[in-house]
């Protein structure tokens, strides 16, 4: 069984300075790890997935985020936040091909202070 | 635009009418995804087609609830007798079959508010 956990429902930043939204899975597989952004009014968009290459994946708008398999952990990072970040982000677990096996986390709302 | 695009944007209806949702996913795409998304929750899977095919479905998806792709193109999604508790915002995303990894991107649409009173 899959399920992830993203350990904080809002986090508020100083813009410029780093972000980092957390998330821990679990699954019976080995994983594909994902991070969609959702503006309001907006669809979901990719930032980056993990597919069992590299660890460390570099997304678009300067994400990126490590696969940490001994900690379980997907946490998404930026260096240097951006008002534009501001949006509500998802972490989401596919432990395999099946379709229904796609579970996202309930959310991080990003609020990014001037 | 050449994104994935629902209709009605909005949907406000009363509790006990039928009310069915559009998705027209980009054109290259064959599989075709309906999420159902709460206030405070992720996307929670609902069906999804390859072509025509409905190839799985959500223990969430009640009888009430129907999709479609007939020509392998658009999609409809129809809530029959809606009730208080299906008022969410229903998602649609489109993707490639799987690559060598094993996983393609999805793409969102903006999706379907559904209020029902």
């Known amino acids: 069984a899959q399920s992830v956990t993203q350990l904080d429902s809002h986090v508020s930043v100083s813009e410029g300075t780093p972000v980092l939204l957390r998330c821990n899975y679990s699954s019976s597989y080995s994983p594909s790890l994902f991070w969609y952004v959702q503006h309001p009014n907006k669809g979901l968009q990719l930032l980056l997935k993990?597919?069992?290459?590299?660890?460390l994946v570099k997304g678009i708008n300067g994400f990126e985020a490590e696969f940490k398999k001994s900690e379980t952990s997907f946490h998404l990072t930026k260096p240097s936040a951006h008002m534009s970040d501001a949006a509500e982000y998802f972490c989401v677990v596919r432990g395999d091909s099946s379709a229904s096996k796609i579970i996202f986390g309930s959310g991080t709302r990003l609020s990014i202070r001037p | 635009d050449t994104g994935v695009s629902q209709d009605p944007r909005h949907k406000i209806t009363k509790r006990g009418q039928n009310v069915t949702f559009r998705c027209d996913p980009i054109?290259?795409?064959?599989?075709l995804y309906w999420y159902r998304q709460t206030l405070g929750q992720g996307p929670e899977f609902l069906t999804y087609?390859?072509?025509?095919?409905?190839?799985?479905k959500s223990r969430l998806l009640s009888d009430r609830f129907s999709a479609e792709r007939p020509k392998g193109s658009f999609s409809t999604l129809e809530i029959q007798r809606t009730e208080q508790g299906d008022s969410a915002m229903y998602l649609c995303a489109s993707s490639f079959p799987p690559s060598g990894s094993g996983v393609n991107e999805q793409f969102f649409g903006p999706g379907t508010r559904l209020t029902v009173l």
């Open positions: 054109s290259e795409h064959n599989r």
């Open positions: 993990y597919t069992s290459a590299a660890t």
């Open positions: 087609f390859q072509n025509e095919a409905q190839l799985e």
